[in-house]
């Protein structure tokens, strides 16, 4: 599974911690546009991921490219910089805003690199509110005065804002209801369709993967026991644990499927 | 056990660093050492003679530098000698010994005393959330925490020894002479643990696995004896590992204030009278109880909860 | 809906309020035996306050008016003391909403066994029947959490309810958990005759599993039916929506999308 022109290659990712190894060998690639789902259960090492590419943990790699950033290396991976051009989306919005300032202003603050008059950054933040299906109305608005869902927009409002090549999305949507998930869900998709961002977005949820994937990769104990195509994925799951997942998703009424008329 | 080890080694390290700090502000003291003992050998002698001052450098190592006698203080320490006092010649362990019964008896009864008020407290007022009760349990709280222990005793004083005449005022050997002294720190225990309770009792009753008791069919009474108390006093301890240290500081100010005798009026009557060997012992006494109540304090916190208890073991 | 001679469970014109502020207005339910109910909404939309109500706990909402007939038995919400419907039981949502992290498992079975009375049977059938250990003297942490989850529906199955209440089964558990429990209580259920309330925010897994569907939203029911009428023929604006986005990414938004 590798793009012909990846925007990211990360092979054989490893990350320790004293005696516990909390990820093995993790190698992916993906090309400008493509979301890829990574799947597993709580503790399999999904957010750990994002964590050692975002150097916040200490983690080995035979390879590490990010091109947007300049970033091609190979050994250590780099620690504790942040990943240049890129965002990341929490599960908790209200853990990832400062409840004391107005989403207008968290969603703002992404743009300090950026040499704008104040006028062009309101401007840029509305748009961005705009994008996120919220309206003027909400600039000034306090995390504690909005519904959760609304919270979570505005947090993809400020990710998508500073016009980042990939973002990070960590288990967005497993803290709102079902009905907000899916419009959500559905707006992340038509903004990357928009922007050609390219998404990697930590879930447990098989349903989103299923409409929104390009690549899924399942985790289990730290190492990777599934990653493949979308479509593969479900006609032809690599190994029993991500049949059983999908089994499962189906179970749950979470899969395309005509409902089971009882 | 590794971790246990490491906190032992960690004990070491505060009493040494402790001992060298009392030593050396005890050593650069401003004043003649051999002049302090030798007054307080012969009170009445006006004019002492020289050689007598020199003899007594001689026989407690006055002239020898700094290291030196401190080695031999250490040396001492570890052997169990921990020298006598200049004032009145008995050994200092023997002084401890028969001071350390009375302070004993007045920490343990306030603690007590003040943990058994502030339970009752706590608890009326979580059950009775927003209530008057609630808001007294609190204002009772406030008002303990910010009245100092020496003006509670006064007016304790004023109130039930000179005004009523039912409990003496000072001295000690009965009962009745430990109970108001024994209060006033009781009161102070019970203000500054009322608080801390009520909110550790709050944080317990959040817990999702609450909800679901009650929806068992569980009783009100079991739900809080049975499961908040227990969750509660995890954090609890920490904090009440911190009180029993601070009561020993109270205990100082009450037994003056009382005319008790015990180790706080000790501590001050041997800096007043410049007793170094019984006050730098009693300073290494209150460092060393404050570290192992809080080293072991936090031991029984790691042990009380079966999660942390397991990966400790590991 | 029609007055049903299996009827097992039936609640007249409930009302509760916290503080003066109504939380559930004139919610009227009806279940029979073996039937699967679901209770979907959003959150705040008053599912578990409902929920809290029919198990006959009186706080944080107080209930002010509405009656329940279960099991033959009567009672007016708007009387003071809480009640316990024999034979309701709960299974919460995960492991951290069902065990005392400080107790052992065993004292928890206990603990439960003790309020029970009377049913002194033995549980080793009921533990083979959901391949479970015996807890024996470990913590519930020393479990894995699909374990844990299949203790707590055998806790609640110790009651031998004729009505099963599985609060949000979906959302704190990873899917294979899940998934096995929801099919584990399906299997017995079936075999028991046991009736089912599945409260959930997803009208998807609702429609997997329950024959009839009821909608809430700001406390009231806005919609109620079986579940392939809800699911064809939705009534109110909420329920339409909350149809056309059942599914990930269905053709229906796309069509809300191109309307708008």
């Not at chain 1, 979570?152 to 999305?169: G, K, N, S, V, Y």
């Not at chain 2, 927003?130 to 004023?158: C, K």
């Not at chain 3, 080793?124 to 894995?144: G, M, V």
Request: aromatic share 8%.
């Amino acid at each position: 599974m590798r793009p012909a022109d990846p925007i990211l290659v990360l092979d054989g990712l490893s990350v320790r911690v004293g005696q516990a190894t909390l990820l093995q060998d993790v190698s992916l690639s993906l090309a400008k546009g493509e979301v890829l789902c990574i799947i597993g259960e709580s503790g399999a090492g999904k957010s750990t991921i994002l964590k050692a590419m975002q150097g916040l943990m200490p983690a080995t790699c035979s390879r590490f490219c990010f091109g947007p950033a300049g970033i091609d290396v190979t050994g250590q991976m780099p620690n504790r910089i942040g990943l240049p051009r890129t965002r990341w989306v929490m599960q908790d919005p209200l853990a990832a805003l400062n409840p004391r300032q107005s989403l207008g202003s968290s969603i703002a603050e992404s743009l300090h690199r950026h040499r704008l008059s104040a006028e062009e950054r309101k401007d840029a933040t509305l748009n961005a509110l705009a994008q996120a299906e919220l309206g003027p109305e909400f600039y000034d608005r306090l995390p504690a005065q909005v519904s959760l869902g609304q919270a979570q927009r505005a947090c993809l409002a400020r990710a998508m804002i500073a016009q980042p090549d990939l973002i990070f999305f960590d288990e967005p949507l497993s803290a709102l209801d079902a009905l907000v998930q899916k419009k959500i869900a559905y707006r992340m998709d038509l903004l990357r369709n928009a922007t050609q961002m390219t998404y990697i977005v930590v879930t447990h949820d098989i349903g989103f993967a299923e409409s929104y994937a390009d690549q899924v990769l399942v985790l289990k104990d730290g190492r990777v026991v599934t990653y493949q195509g979308r479509v593969p994925f479900f006609a032809a799951p690599q190994s029993h644990y991500a049949s059983e997942l999908i089994a499962a998703a189906d179970a749950l009424g979470a899969l395309r499927r005509p409902e089971a008329a009882e | 056990m590794n971790a246990f080890a490491l906190r032992l080694v960690g004990l070491i390290v505060v009493l040494a660093g402790v001992s060298l700090i009392t030593f050396t502000l005890n050593h650069f003291a401003p004043g003649d050492k051999a002049l302090i003992i030798a007054q307080a050998r012969y009170p009445d002698t006006m004019g002492l003679p020289t050689e007598l001052l020199q003899e007594i450098r001689a026989e407690f190592h006055l002239d020898a530098p700094f290291l030196v006698q401190y080695g031999h203080w250490m040396s001492g320490i570890l052997r169990g000698d921990f020298g006598t006092s200049y004032t009145s010649g008995i050994a200092v362990w023997d002084i401890f010994v028969a001071n350390l019964g009375e302070t004993m008896a007045l920490t343990l009864s306030s603690l007590t005393l003040g943990l058994f008020g502030a339970f009752v407290l706590a608890s009326l007022a979580v059950f009775n959330p927003g209530t008057l009760i609630d808001r007294f349990a609190v204002f009772v709280a406030s008002i303990g925490a910010a009245m100092p222990n020496y003006w509670l005793a006064l007016l304790l004083i004023l109130g039930v020894s000179v005004h009523l005449g039912w409990l003496p005022a000072y001295g000690e050997g009965t009962l009745a002479h430990l109970i108001l002294p024994s209060l006033t720190l009781a009161l102070w225990v019970m203000a500054s643990q009322t608080r801390l309770l009520r909110s550790f009792m709050l944080d317990a009753y959040n817990q999702p696995f609450i909800e679901t008791l009650r929806l068992r069919g569980i009783s009100e009474r079991e739900i809080f004896f049975a499961h908040v108390v227990p969750h509660a006093r995890i954090p609890a301890l920490t904090m009440i590992g911190l009180d029993l240290a601070s009561l020993l500081e109270g205990a100082i100010i009450v037994e003056l204030t009382f005319s008790r005798s015990g180790l706080g009026s000790l501590l001050a009557g041997s800096v007043l009278s410049r007793d170094l060997p019984v006050m730098m012992f009693l300073v290494m006494f209150f460092a060393t109880t404050y570290v192992v109540i809080n080293t072991a304090i936090d031991a029984i916190q790691t042990l009380s909860d079966p999660r942390t208890r397991q990966r400790s073991a590991a | 809906m029609s007055n049903n001679a299996d009827g097992l469970l039936k609640i007249d014109a409930l009302s509760a309020e916290i503080s003066g502020r109504a939380v559930l207005d004139d919610i009227n339910l009806e279940v029979a035996r073996s039937e699967w109910l679901a209770i979907v909404g959003g959150s705040g939309a008053g599912k578990s306050t409902l929920l809290r109500a029919i198990m006959g706990l009186k706080r944080p909402a107080r209930p002010t008016s509405g009656e329940m007939h279960f099991e033959g038995a009567h009672w007016r919400f708007s009387d003071c003391k809480p009640f316990r419907p024999k034979a309701m039981s709960f299974v919460p949502q995960s492991p951290a909403y069902g065990f005392d992290p400080l107790r052992r498992l065993h004292w928890q079975l206990a603990q439960l066994a003790r309020r029970i009375r009377g049913s002194q049977q033995d549980n080793r059938a009921l533990f083979d029947t959901l391949s479970l250990p015996d807890p024996a003297q470990k913590y519930p942490h020393e479990w894995s959490r699909g374990m844990q989850q299949r203790l707590l529906l055998a806790m609640a199955l110790m009651e031998q309810p004729s009505l099963l209440i599985l609060d949000e089964p979906t959302s704190a558990l990873d899917p294979i958990i899940a998934a096995q429990v929801l099919q584990e209580v399906q299997r017995i259920a079936a075999a028991q005759g046991i009736a089912v309330i599945i409260v959930t925010h997803d009208l998807a897994l609702a429609a997997r599993y329950a024959h009839k569907i009821v909608i809430m939203e700001h406390g009231r029911i806005v919609e109620a039916g079986r579940s392939d009428i809800v699911l064809t023929r939705p009534q109110t604006a909420y329920a339409r929506e909350l149809v056309a986005h059942r599914h990930w990414h269905s053709a229906s938004i796309e069509a809300t999308h191109a309307a708008s």
